[in-house]
């Protein structure tokens, strides 16, 4: 459901006007995906500005039932790329020089965090002394568009799970509204519909546009102006942005029952230990008959055990901590089973049934 989105506001030079086009076609393709969703709240290119004068500029915020969801758009028009170090760089064609050029820029996943930290100051900075827990426990989760024409290069796929293209943007939201669904435990912070709606309702309520000083017009180039619905105060479906006229429209995709349906994929369980939070399984799953590692967790009259899918014998499940040697009792969320060790009091990922 979108509670707010993007403004409308002039572009003084050609990166603005492509970095705007981005947001905008973003919000769009969430508008699409998540329009008629009342337990996904969106609110695009938000700006809240703190009493001191340090503000937080998201360009989309998701808000569902276990956190937040903080999506950084950006535009490529053709590529970019992290090298070993973790530097990201730009590259362009330069007409002149009729050679591919590059430079560096900020990891956007990093202002994504950087955004969130400051998010939860400002939330902080104006809760309740009983509401603060929560907001110290609540989930803020980064994510990374990207244009659908872009292209992302990096040797280490599996470290930046974070970034996708925009067009891809309702499967990495609802995987990962799933995931942690999945790892939700007894006791863990959720938000509740009504404590949804006031949230919304607040950031909303004190977003502040951009100042008038940085959409003046520019002398160099007519600026261009994307009309936009107002901010809304209140989570009251606003009519989906317009289908942009330079880019086609997306295939349509079957549409989820809800955000959380989307399927968990066990190829991506980096994605999981990384965006979760979950060290990687340390554990061998083995049959201890056949040594097959065709195995799923089972309940029985002592607890859980392996089962055997080769050879349909079960299996103790020697799960112990690494850094104190006790036995870690195992946790089920969904498919997902972890194991907690309640001296260390960490958890850790043992078994997925597939």
């Known amino acids: 459901m ?118 939860r100051r400002l939330m902080l900075s104006n809760a309740a002394e009983n509401t603060r827990s929560a907001i110290e426990k609540m989930h803020i989760d980064v994510l990374v568009a990207i244009s659908d024409g872009g292209e992302f290069l990096t040797r280490e796929r599996e470290r930046y799970q974070e970034v996708c293209k925009a067009d891809q943007i309702d499967e990495r939201i609802g995987e990962l509204v799933k995931l942690r669904a999945q790892y939700h435990g007894e006791g863990d912070f959720v938000l509740s519909e009504q404590n949804k709606t006031r949230l919304a309702q607040w950031l909303a ?39 942009p006229k330079q880019e086609p429209r997306p295939e349509p995709k079957p549409k ?23 060290e990687p399984r340390q554990y061998l799953s083995n049959c201890r008959h056949c040594a097959s590692d065709k ?22 499940i020697d799960a112990m901590c ?8 195992i946790r089920k969320n969904g498919s997902a089973f972890s194991g907690e060790c309640a001296k260390c009091k960490q958890i850790r990922m043992v078994h997925y049934n597939e």
């Open 256 to 278: 989820a029952e809800a955000a959380t349906t989307c399927a968990y994929r066990p190829k991506d369980q980096a994605f999981v230990h990384k965006l979760l939070g979950v």
């Open 295 to 316: 195995l799923e967790i089972r309940y029985g009259k002592f607890g859980y055990y392996f089962f055997c899918l080769a050879c349909e014998k079960n299996s103790k």
């Open 322 to 329: 690494p850094d104190c040697g006790q036995y870690l009792k």
């Open 2 to 119: 979108i509670v707010k989105d993007i403004d409308a506001y002039r572009c003084e030079s050609k990166q603005e006007q492509a970095g705007y086009a981005a947001e905008k076609r973003l919000a769009w393709y969430l508008a699409q995906y998540f329009g008629d969703e009342p337990r996904l709240l969106i609110l695009n290119d938000l700006r809240v500005v703190a009493p001191d004068g340090d503000f937080c500029q998201v360009d989309h915020l998701l808000i569902h039932q276990y956190g937040l969801i903080i999506v950084e758009s950006k535009s490529v028009s053709g590529k970019i790329q992290v090298n070993e170090q973790g530097e990201w760089k730009r590259w362009y064609f330069d007409a002149a020089a009729k050679k591919d050029k590059s430079f560096g820029i900020q990891s956007p996943i990093k202002q994504g965090q950087m955004q969130a930290r400051r998010l």
């Open 205 to 243: 309520a004190r977003h502040q546009p951009r100042p008038p000083s940085e959409q003046a017009d520019s002398p160099e180039a007519e600026p261009a102006t994307i009309a936009a619905p107002a901010v809304v105060a209140s989570p009251a479906v606003v009519q989906s942005s317009a289908e």
